[in-house]
Nanobody, 120 residues
Framework: VQLQAFGGGLVQAGGSLRLSCAASGRTFSDYAMGWFRQAPGKEREFVAGITWSGGVTYYADSVKDRFTISRDNAKNTVYLQMNNLKPEDTSVYYC??????????????WGQGTLVTVSS
């Protein structure tokens, strides 16, 4: 699976961004999809995940009630809507796919990342 994430940018605290990740190469709907992020000097951390059907979503506590993950299997695309952004959300965001992907494990393929910068 090839993954390409885009939609990052510079936003003020309290603002919103929507990230997209386009997939190609395999049957998209076979895969759970996820978003991770990595801030400078920190380890990569799980942000959000969604099952192959979109029926179940789950989030890191730090983004719950602010971020929403969704997918459109007809468009082979997964989204991350980010609202009420905080400076601590500043990171490179990566999308990922995995047949057994859930929370921090089971992810097989990774996109190149898109930078989100939140100014205070």
């Amino acid at each position: 699976v090839q993954l390409q994430a885009f939609g990052g940018g510079l936003v003020q605290a309290g603002g919103s961004l929507r990230l997209s990740c386009a997939a190609s190469g395999r049957t998209f709907s076979d895969y759970a999809m996820g978003w991770f992020r990595q801030a400078p000097g920190k380890e990569r951390e799980f942000v959000a995940g969604i099952t192959w059907s979109g029926g179940v979503t789950y989030y890191a506590d730090s983004v719950k009630d602010r971020f929403t993950i969704s997918r459109d299997n007809a468009k082979n695309t997964v989204y991350l809507q980010m609202n009420n952004l905080k400076p601590e959300d500043t990171s490179v965001y990566y999308c990922t796919a995995g047949l057994e992907g859930v929370y921090g494990t089971g992810w097989d393929y990774w996109g190149q990342g898109t930078l989100v910068t939140v100014s205070s």
